[in-house]
């Protein structure tokens, strides 16, 4: 005979699992690390910098 299971510990049990599963599977998705979100932020930087410096006026309705 076998022995008597909780179900409720098993069905938690088993939400644990797949939560874990989908935040895997979003890490792997959507996750980039610090250093790539740095990297992105000084292009953007500079980007923007370059662009301002190329202006002929600082308010173009004048």
Do not use: C, W, Y
Request: zero cysteines.
């Amino acid at each position: 005979m076998t022995t008597p299971i909780n179900l409720n510990k098993a069905r938690k049990a088993k939400a644990r699992v797949e939560k874990a599963q989908k935040a895997k599977e979003n890490r792997a998705k959507f996750g980039r690390s610090k250093a790539e979100k740095d990297l992105d932020a000084a292009r953007a930087e500079k980007l923007a910098r370059l662009t301002d410096a190329h202006k002929l006026k600082e308010n173009p309705e004048d």
